[in-house]
């Protein structure tokens, strides 16, 4: 018995030991698992890639080495760019020019530059890189190879490459770098602003306007491969694409930074540097392009006063603070060193993040137009604006003034705003907001607020009733406190409405250039065969100088025409600006019985830029009784409308003058149709070809820049009737539209050219493109109609080729309307029609027809009048686009 007792005891502690060997054997596997580099997640790891680790001194100046790419055509218009933050002795880089002129030496005499270097022979590059026009493109990439070569062993820590008009915060790209490590493989930038930029190239890219940053390790990487990535993207059309798909083989994606700026815009960018986002300003771009950053100052000694900011605080620099004064629903969005605006009511601070868009974008090619949403001024949030005076320091302070500008009636009341920021460096990346003062002065009366610190952040105490203040965005400052007694504040409430007002009742500011880009003017024009003396008259309406040109200025005998004009306040910025579109009469001597009356009103809308033009050519074949109606719609820019508004008539003129022995043939579908295929292409061509010959044609009155593959991206619609007494040709290419209105009933003589219509799907997917829904179908996802003229960076997705339809006039015929989409998108084809009708049966809605000067009746005011009648029904019904109408009366006997 006893035998059994141990042998069983010996086996309980057999099985204990393999117990205990079993689970430390599964500990020290699960220890080694969880150290080998082999099973390494980053899941269960904090990530720092952000932050240097390295035991090395803090990044400065010199440890960051420029390359910027200059031409020697652009130097002395430019460097003065570069001289406003280049620092001697400090900053470390060179100017890469591709020649050198006599009068830029000696060049070592201005210390205030970098010193230059003329970039190697690139010549064996164009063999493989002739399929654009810019070969400059492979010497700007190779700087980067260059630059680093001359510095690789001078302790450098980034490289920076930039243009030639890059404005750079030396202090800001020191803070920004300071915050990733060196010796990773790290690229930085941001993209552009314009989402057409974008496109073109590439949303993987830091554009090298606004300048991007390699870390050394990259850019040795970068300097050994680049020949080979030359030669792999020959088509590429810029250096900094070239660069970013260099990267990206490198396996290396970018690192967006929001303080980089492309500035790829137009016009007035206060509204855009107003609501900068809160990240320090590193660079500034295309300062050539766009208006004065301080209204009252040229754009050099604007850059000049904004670098004294810079030079007081940059840390600082376009911040944004947000404060409240609740007594008097006072808002203030303070943009430090820059400019104040000031709302006479409460606007939450998510609103104030969104910046005012008194800027309009680089290209139109594809939509939306900015990466970042903006909102438009009204005349319930239109802010006072007020902008950096001068500055000083104080012993712990830095004392900013802002004074009004050009703003609304609420500036006049304060004379200027003191803004106090403490000396200490500002660190954006700090949770805690740092501590302001504000003073105000208001009629030569001063109001101060004390700070003092509080558990939750700084509150204002003062002599006055206590401020409360919202939610604070960046630095945090008060607003001005107003005196004891306050003058009632008058704002201006202008009435937006499709009605407008009398002559009397607006007033005109010719001094303004908002004012004449703001106003709203329409105006309609008459014609009356019947009168023999052929006369075009234009009136100025309000007799204001600046009042916008008309086309048909021109004195020609022929018709007599009248103008009828009234314009509404221009003082406050409307949603709806309407622009006047009128084209002269040529009336031969040889106009058959039948001659069309006709109305136009064109509106600019909600639009900023106007892009339809509108061509009326009565008689423009008079032996064959021709009359000749357009309308184009431009997207990208205006300029190739306008094109075809004063050619394709011509072309159409041409082509049938060719065609001149087989008359007898016009009454045929599919002569009509070779016609004006023939002169579509024509025209088509005529634009391509203009546009490639963009130095002789920049234009003052065009807002895109022609340049390539900008000018490649503009574009426009085309609908054209030619009106016989006997039939009406229509040809439409695009999603402009004709419609007959045949006793009551309208009738589609076109149909609008879609992406998703199924034949031109069909078509476009059978020439290898796509189309891609985006706020609708769009090919390639950019543009919203298939067929146009021009753009010709979407051939031949994109046909001009002309759908052509020809209908028997009957005597039930009553009006054609031809119209852009403005018009189209919220208004059926019968509700035109059933308008259009209703003002030809009844006459002018609502007031007596007014005879002519020669006692003949005004036979086209029921034309004029359908017309504007239909622009304001789109207006009212929303429409986002511009609207032109075109309404012809066909009751005239055949």
Request: charged share 20%; proline share 6%.
């Amino acid at each position: 018995m006893s035998r059994i007792l141990n042998t069983s005891t010996r086996s309980e502690m057999l099985n204990k030991v393999f117990k205990s060997l079993l689970i430390s054997g599964l500990l020290v596997y699960a220890i080694y698992i969880f150290n080998n580099s082999w099973f390494y997640t980053s899941i269960l790891t904090k990530t720092t890639t952000h932050f240097s680790h390295s035991s090395r001194p803090p990044p400065n100046a010199s440890h960051i080495v420029f390359g910027i790419a200059a031409s020697s055509n652009t130097w002395n218009n430019r460097k003065h760019y570069v001289q406003s933050w280049w620092r001697p002795n400090n900053t470390r880089g060179y100017v890469f020019l591709d020649k050198i002129h006599g009068d830029m030496l000696p060049w070592s005499n201005d210390s205030s530059l970098p010193p230059f270097r003329i970039s190697k022979n690139t010549s064996n590059y164009y063999r493989d890189y002739d399929k654009h026009r810019v070969p400059q493109a492979i010497r700007m990439a190779r700087i980067i190879a260059e630059t680093f070569d001359m510095e690789k062993e001078g302790g450098a820590r980034w490289y920076v490459m930039a243009d030639d008009d890059t404005v750079v915060f030396v202090d800001n790209l020191v803070d920004v770098l300071a915050r990733y490590d060196h010796d990773d493989y790290l690229y930085i930038g941001m993209n552009s602003e314009c989402h057409s930029s974008n496109v073109f190239h590439s949303f993987e890219m830091g554009f090298g306007g606004a300048g991007f940053v390699l870390s050394y390790p990259l850019a040795k990487a970068l300097a050994a491969n680049l020949d080979v990535c030359l030669k792999r993207y020959p088509t590429l059309y810029g250096s900094d694409h070239i660069v970013q798909s260099c990267v990206a083989d490198l396996g290396v994606s970018i690192t967006l930074e929001r303080g980089f700026h492309q500035i790829d815009l137009h016009s007035d960018i206060s509204g855009f540097l107003s609501g900068h986002p809160r990240s320090p300003v590193v660079s500034l771009h295309h300062l050539d392009h766009v208006d004065p950053m301080f209204p009252w100052l040229s754009r050099e000694e604007s850059l000049k006063h904004l670098m004294q900011s810079a030079a007081a605080d940059e840390s600082r620099l376009l911040q944004q603070s947000i404060c409240y004064h609740t007594p008097k629903n006072w808002t203030f969005s303070i943009s430090w060193g820059y400019s104040i605006q000031m709302y006479q009511l409460i606007i939450p601070p998510s609103a104030l993040q969104i910046p005012l868009q008194t800027f309009t974008p680089w290209s139109k090619f594809a939509t939306p137009f900015f990466l970042f949403n903006t909102r438009f001024p009204s005349n319930s949030n239109n802010p006072c604006h007020f902008f950096l005076h001068h500055h000083r320091r104080r012993s712990n302070y830095v004392v900013t003034t802002y004074r009004p500008h050009a703003s609304p009636p609420c500036a006049d009341f304060f004379s200027q705003i003191l803004v106090l920021s403490p000396a200490p460096k500002y660190d954006v990346n700090l949770k805690r907001v740092p501590r302001h003062q504000t003073r105000g002065r208001m009629g030569g009366h001063v109001s101060q607020q004390q700070t003092r610190k509080r558990a939750r952040g700084p509150t204002w105490k003062a002599r006055f009733p206590p401020m409360r203040w919202g939610h604070p965005i960046g630095p945090r400052a008060p607003a001005l406190k107003g005196a004891t007694e306050l003058v009632r504040w008058c704002r201006w409430m202008a009435e937006i409405c499709c009605g407008l007002v009398s002559e009397s009742e607006a007033s005109c500011e010719t001094s303004s250039r908002a004012a004449r880009r703001r106003r709203m003017e329409l105006r309609r024009v008459r014609v009356d065969p019947a009168v023999k003396r052929r006369r075009l008259e234009l009136c100025s309406p309000r007799g204001c100088d600046n009042a916008p040109d008309s086309s048909g200025a021109d004195t020609e005998e022929g018709a007599a025409s009248q103008v009828a004009s009234s314009s509404e306040n221009g003082r406050q910025l409307p949603p709806i600006i309407l622009t006047p579109i009128l084209t002269p009469l040529l009336l031969g001597s040889g106009t058959k019985d039948f001659l069309p009356k006709f109305g136009i009103a064109s509106v600019c809308g909600r639009r900023r830029d106007m892009e339809d033009t509108v061509t009326i050519q009565p008689s423009f074949d008079a032996a064959a009784g021709l009359h000749y109606f357009g309308v184009y719609d431009g997207h990208g820019c205006s300029h190739v409308a306008t094109k075809c508004k004063e050619r394709l008539h011509e072309v159409v003129k041409e082509e049938l003058l060719l065609d001149d022995d087989v008359r007898e043939s016009r009454n045929s579908t599919d002569w009509w149709k070779c016609v004006m295929e023939r002169s579509f292409t024509r025209m088509d061509k005529e634009v391509v070809a203009w546009n490639q010959n963009v130095d002789d044609n920049i234009s003052v009155t065009c807002r895109c820049e022609l340049q390539t593959p900008e000018c490649d991206a503009v574009g426009s619609t085309a609908v054209v009737a030619v009106v016989t007494p006997h039939e009406i040709v229509v040809a439409n290419c695009g999603d402009s539209r004709a419609v007959l209105c045949r006793n009551g009933k309208a009738i589609p003589l076109s149909t609008d050219h879609k992406p998703d219509r199924p034949d031109e799907l069909s078509r476009i997917q059978a020439a290898g493109g796509r189309v891609i829904y985006w706020e609708g179908a769009r090919v390639l996802g950019v543009l919203a109609m298939s067929r146009a003229i021009g753009d010709n960076y979407l051939k031949p997705y994109v046909s001009c080729e002309p759908e052509v339809t020809r209908t028997e006039r009957s005597e039930e015929d009553e009006c054609l309307i031809l119209a852009s989409d403005g018009l189209w998108d919220v208004v059926s084809n019968e509700t035109a029609c059933g308008v259009a009708r209703m003002c030809l049966l009844k006459g002018r809605v609502g007031v007596e027809p007014e005879p002519a000067e020669d006692g003949h009746g005004s036979s086209d005011k029921a034309c004029n009048d359908a017309s504007m009648l239909l622009t304001k029904l789109a207006l009212a019904r929303r429409s986002a686009d511009n609207v032109s109408v075109v309404v012809i009366d066909l009751r005239n006997p055949m």
